[in-house]
């Protein structure tokens, strides 16, 4: 047995990680340090030599991207097929689950998984038929509150008695928007984890099953685990100390989608007998890039504290260039990424990283003009065109009539004379006989109060999709797909001139009937699912397609989210301005800000060999004319670890922006971030951040009496107690 290959590109720490026999295990290491090394490495371990079978392991990671490089890095160690193993994201594991065990899960078989925009969409239609201002019930606040606690693990059943009119009417809407999921089939992705923790834990034999199955469960990015991930693996390793994770909380930057940074306490605390293992050393970056991001990290309060260190040689220095507006912040990256694939032709090793995706468009527009082949990770995504979701929606209904969010989408699209009153009428059915809308739509038809031209066009649209559902049948996936683009109507549609980018359109279009010729289903599918109930869930789940296909060799963009545990010799970091990134919600809100600076830790530490920064003086963003300030986050950096790049391409070494200010010296450090004060007036509150120095010192509190809130306070006035 050959075991060089696993132990030795491995240092000493990670090679008693591997190695170490099965238990309870928490590697706790920064970016860059070997946490996914170590992991995929431990895996081939207990395959090869601990003679644990493929099909014994679980591995749990963030997105599809890191599940697919993990699967071929291990089949590269050890040279043996993988399809037997469980790796993916919780979402896809969760989706898997269900679809075997549908029936204990409560779910109709040809359940159908929504992403964000659909849920929204049905949210919205919901609120409609509560009749509920959507001034006051903003759809997206209302999508936000249910998915809350649906991480949490709370059914509308489970929540307290409301406490005001507002609480009552939330329930009441989570009520009646899980009682027209459970109708329609519809399950949308907070639903797929908890769905999937209740089968477990409600399902005793089915639960004793997975836990003899995965012998060992190993988690990457396990700081970002939300309240039910955890209870979902604590399920399933409980009583046996099998749970491998590795996690950095330095890099939490999901707390904003209901992340828990505590579950690493919790985790200590759940699993006793548990080994905790810190890594230090950092093969990822050069010298000044790891310099940097650790000295931006250490702003933030209540870290566990970890200090990286690199053997590599400090490097170039990172570059910021000011520019103009957002026009010129393009230009000046597209040129650097020519200069740089001049000696260095990889493209993929570049990218841009980004805090919002409305930013990408104009890297877009640049690329293209450069000719540059890029790809966008989320944002947009193909699948989330509307020409596209169409098509998709058409493809939905004909494997399930129930499907109300799709029925609704296609039943007068293209336009086949079923106006809003007739839409209306069914609706008012469904809701009375508390039915589908298709099932709404033959009652409507049977009581005959429609007009006769409502009626037929009402009845041609049942039988347009009963014919596609015949016809389909038996056909390849491609072609059920170029024929459902076809026979709908679709197509001609979208080929009418007066359509606004009717060519690009059609092309999507087309481009769909190329995506289910491509389609290929990476795991076994045990489920036995049809093809296309496949590729639909391949189209909800899947993140992103855009330009160039996946494997052309293309610059990469994506949010600092996205890039995540991914790594890149030349990283682009723009936008880094006050309103931007930091993001303008999070400004005034300690606990987001520190998160806020995570996310610049995460961005920095992708880089392998250089970083570009940036950010524009003025910038057009949502439509609107901004000038915002430099981001907090290049104050907070070495200034001898910048350069800035001027116009002309001169470059200076010190920085024009601010340096940075010190920590509050005045008042010898008796007030920080965190320490409790008194005001006379005010009451008792904590410190949350301290700004300027001398008379200008001044501090921001968060008082407890909820009327006073948070204000800022000069230090010199306040007459501020400690207590
Ligand atoms: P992140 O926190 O960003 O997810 P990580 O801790 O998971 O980072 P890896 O991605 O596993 O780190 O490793 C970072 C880089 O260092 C990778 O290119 C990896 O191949 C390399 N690396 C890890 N360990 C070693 C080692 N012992 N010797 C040489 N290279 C290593
Ligand atoms: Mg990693």
Known sequence: MDITKILEPLNDVQRQVVTAPSTAMLVLAGAGSGKTRVLVHRIAWQIQVENHYPQNMLAVTFTNKAAKEMRHRIEHLLNIPTHSMWIGTFHGIAYRLLRRHFSQAKLPEGFQVMDSADQLRVIKRLLNNLKLDEEQWPARQVQWHINAQKDEGIRARHCLTPYDKYAEQMLAIYLAYERLCDQSGLVDFAELLLRAHELLRDNPELLALYQQRFTQVHVDEFQDTNTIQYAWLRLLTENR?????????????YGWRGAKIENIYKFQKDYPNHHIIKLEQNYRSTGNILKTANQ??????????????TQSDAGELLSLYTAFNEQDEAYFVIERIK????????RKDIAILYRSNAQSRLFEERLMIAGIPYRVYG????????????ALAYLRLIMNRDDDTSFERVINTPTRGIGAKTVEDIRVIAREQNSSLWAASIALINQRNLSARASNALVSFLNLIKQLSEKTQGLELFEQVKLVVEKSGLLAFYQQAKIDNSEE????????????????FTQE?????????LFLTHAALESGDRQADEFEDSVQLMTLHSAKGLEFNLVFLVGLEEGLFPSQQSVDDAGRLEEERRLCYVGIT????????????????????????????LKEMPAECLQEIRLRGNISQAPSIPLPKKSPIANEGRYKAGQKVSHAKFGTGVILQIEGEGAQERVQVKFNTPTIGIKWLMLAYAKLETV
């Open 379 to 390: 944002g947009l995504r193909f699948f989330d065109r509307a020409e596209i979701k169409n």
């Open 241 to 253: 100390d099998n749970l491998f994770v590795v996690g950095d909380d330095d890099q939490s930057i």
């Open 296 to 309: 931006i990290i250490q702003v933030n309060q209540g870290r566990m504290g970890k200090e990286l260190w």
């Open 525 to 533: 599918n045990e489920e036995q699912l049809s093809e296309l109930a």
């Open 606 to 633: 992708r880089a392998m060999q250089k970083v570009y920064l940036s950010y524009a003086e003025s910038r057009r963003l949502y439509g609107r004319e901004t000038y915002p300030k430099p981001s907090r986050f």
């Open 505 to 520: 359109k059609v092309e999507n279009l087309e481009e769909l009937v190329s995506a289910a010729k491509s389609f290929v």
């Open 339 to 346: 200069t740089w694939l001049i000696d260095k032709p990889r």
